[in-house]
């Protein structure tokens, strides 16, 4: 069996463009000390020059991007030396300034961007909240690391309701499985920003709570409170309830389209009632008007 070989091949290092008069003496005194054996002692000296100028110094003295002493040849390492003794304070390269220029405005609009989604983050944690009935804490998730450790949930006090179903006390509204998730301390002021909880909490609802109306349901309330839905008696059949300023397709024609059913689950839910006494519909023909009650009328402004 062949052995595969594997052959590294150091790249050089891009062109130096200086931007100081001394760079050519500084070279050359460079090129002079590191011919022949190195002390190792002068080594220690050479990290020290560096860590004391900082990266921007050592840059502008070789005339490109400095990645530290171990990671640039031993003559640019001289010269760091030499320009230390020189005590010189050249400035950096055009083409390295720009580059640090373009990535300081990336990093800059990385910021925004961040601050950006991390405001959006919180106004829609904040409009969620603030329809919840219930008492809601923010738990960091502990078993989770990176990104997803700072992706907080949403904990209920009490056992609640959702259109997922029940949610039980002390665990995030996003679990659906049977080990619970290994929850921190409750943030002070935290924002959720697991989208299942968020929008599980703008949902719940306690235990003892009637189920929110469906869209059919509140469709049909917004009629009621218009004053537009009756209970009819037709002369072939018995009372029904229609949406007057609808035609039906039936044998009732012109007195509406029949919501019978859907009116009668809303009166059982305490949204809607119909009159004790008749009055005149929109076709037309006599028969009791339903009216929303203060609960109903709750729930179309809710």
């Known amino acids: 069996m062949m052995r595969r070989r594997v052959v590294s091949i150091p790249l050089s290092p891009p062109p130096a463009e200086p931007e100081y ?19 190792p002692q002068i080594l220690p000296r050479m990290a020290i020059v560096a860590a004391l100028r900082g990266d921007t110094w050592c840059t502008a003295v070789i005339g490109r991007a400095f990645a530290g002493v171990a990671h640039v040849p031993v003559v640019d390492a001289f010269m760091l030396l030499v320009a230390d003794e020189m005590d010189l304070v050249p400035p950096v390269p055009q083409r390295v300034a720009a580059a640090r220029r373009l990535l300081e405005d990336q990093r800059a609009r990385d910021r925004a ?3 950006q989604k991390r405001e959006e983050e919180r106004r829609r944690w904040e409009l969620a909240l603030s329809t919840c009935p219930v008492d809601i804490t923010v738990r960091p998730n502990l078993k989770r690391q990176g990104a997803a450790r700072d992706k907080p949930h949403a904990v209920a006090a009490v056992p609640v309701r959702s259109s997922r179903g029940v949610h039980p006390a002390g665990r995030a509204l996003c679990e659906h499985k049977r080990s619970p998730r290994q929850l921190g301390e409750p943030i002070d002021d935290g924002v959720v920003t697991c989208q299942s909880c968020v929008r599980y909490v ?8 009637l189920r929110p109306p469906t869209p059919a349901e509140r469709a049909l309330l917004q009629l009621i409170a218009e004053g537009v839905v009756f209970t009819l008696r037709h002369a072939r059949g018995g009372p029904v309830v229609r949406v007057t300023t609808e035609r039906s397709t039936g044998r009732a024609g012109r007195q509406g389209r029949s919501v019978n059913a859907a009116a009668l689950r809303l009166q059982a839910k305490g949204w809607a009632v119909p009159d004790e006494e008749q009055s005149a519909a929109e076709t037309g023909s006599y028969g009791l008007r339903w009216r929303a ?3 109903g009328t709750a729930e179309l402004e809710g």
């Open 21 to 39: 008069p001394e760079y050519d003496q500084v070279r050359a005194e460079a090129v002079r000390r590191s011919a022949g054996p190195i002390d």
């Open 113 to 115: 961007r961040a601050d």
């Open 202 to 209: 703008a949902e719940i609802r306690p235990m003892d709570a």
């Open 293 to 295: 009650t203060e609960a």
